[in-house]
């Protein structure tokens, strides 16, 4: 199965891409679909119901206000955070939703978006069932989709099984391991990056492919600004405190003595590029999904270390990152999983640090072997992390793991450029352990907010 780069790397809103981005484009086919069908003129009611994960922490994450949007026709892509909530209070004070944006139907959102916070589809734990109804209660039309994290959507088939749609788009250089990967880059004499950019152009021209690179990085630019200018209360009732504007002054303060050690300054940067970024994907803002969203702070706060620290930083090194971070993303994506509510956090957060490290060693000269090694590295390190978020929301211990992984990111690079590429374990054996250990791991620990923090904080 053939996956571009802009698949992995997608402009969406906060504050989840298999919550918040997946169910929004869901609900969209779904209005879609019943244009197609020339369903849409007979519709006078549509319910949603939301299972497993969704329907667990689904109100922290905010699915129900991203399925109203997605119902009436908007874009993960294109919306305008600033506009939703208006948008919002129109559909719930008129209690009118406009399908497709045009079809106006009564919409309820208490009866009409239901969470079921302990049942679950049986082929994977984010699904929702989708249904639009006549004047006269007849269902009209069902439709099954499941967010499988990244903002990738499934639709189930007749059966119930959930199919990805493949794109046979052929490719010049297909890999679908590590070991593959590095095969095709001693043959050819190419790096990662090389390869990616390759595969890309089946789809896009250079240009397309060159100034959609930058564009997610003028956007993720935008996300750190746009964090360390908003202070104040996150949403969601737990009043966590947006740090990343204080942490900005105090860094921009010449005067400021730094009590660690005036060497490791830079840390206190990357620590700031990824709280501003989470904490605007907790508010709800403009972010990309890199690979997902709870864990998009960690390929811009790298980036941005690579482009203000790296001596001979250039746009050049942001496309080879970016190119190098997707065919890691690829790799994860084929072979074990980016979703939280399946494998844990070590998904999310654990998958982000192997690409931006990987990306980061790349950008920075290193060869296919200790990319690859750094990619590794970056990995081992979060096997096992469970996914346990407080209350349901984005945010304890979200933001500040990536923080963390941030610089474990930058450490798995160092590392495997000091080295000749030549380790012990390879990338393709931490996937597959990645893969058992989600398999083994209890459901409470996967996105449910019914396990560890998020029950133990609560408790005390």
Known sequence: MAISVFELFKVGIGPSSSHTVGPMEAARRFADALAREGLMAS???????????LGATGKGHGTGPAVMMGLQGERPDRIDPEEMPDCLERIRGSETLLVAGHHAIRFRENSDLVYYRRKSLPDHPNGMICQAFDDNGQCLYEKTYY????????????????????DDTPQP???????????????????????????EQAWRTPDEI??????????????VQNGIAHEGELPGGL?????????????????????????????????????AVNEENAAGGRIVTAPTNGAAGIIPAVLHYYWEFCPQADEDGIVRFMLTAGAIGVLFKENAS???????????????????????????????????????????????????????????????????????AIDAAI?????????????????????????????????????????????C
């Open 43 to 53: 519709v006078c009611r549509v319910r949603v119901f939301l299972y497993g994960s």
């Open 147 to 166: 967010s499988v994290g990244g903002g990738f959507v499934v639709d189930a088939t007749t059966k119930g099984i959930p199919t990805i749609r493949e």
């Open 173 to 199: 250089y297909p890999f679908g391991s590590g070991k593959a990967l590095l095969s095709l880059c001693r043959e050819g004499g190419l790096t990662i990056a090389d390869i990616m950019y390759a595969n």
């Open 210 to 223: 060159r100034g959609g690179i930058l564009e997610l990085w003028r956007v993720m630019r935008a996300c």
């Open 239 to 275: 009043k966590v405190r947006r740090r990343a504007a204080s942490l900005y002054r105090s860094l921009m303060d010449k005067q400021r003595v730094d009590l660690i050690s005036p060497s490791l300054s830079a840390l206190d940067w990357v620590n700031l590029y990824a709280l």
């Open 338 to 408: 980016i979703s939280g509510a399946e494998v844990g956090c070590q998904g999310e957060v654990g998958s982000a640090c192997a690409m931006a490290a990987a990306g980061l060693a790349a950008a920075t000269g290193g060869s296919p072997e200790q990319v690859e090694n750094a990619a590794e590295i970056g990995m081992e390190h979060h096997l096992g992390m469970t996914c346990d978020p407080i209350g349901g929301l984005v945010q304890i211990p979200c933001i500040e793991r990536n923080a963390m992984a941030s610089v474990k």
């Open 415 to 459: 590392m495997a450029l000091r080295g000749d590429g030549k380790h012990y374990v390879s990338l393709d054996k931490v996937l597959h352990t990645m893969r058992e250990t989600g398999r083994d791991m209890l459901d409470k620990y996967k996105e449910t907010a019914r396990g560890g923090l998020a029950v133990n904080i609560i408790e």
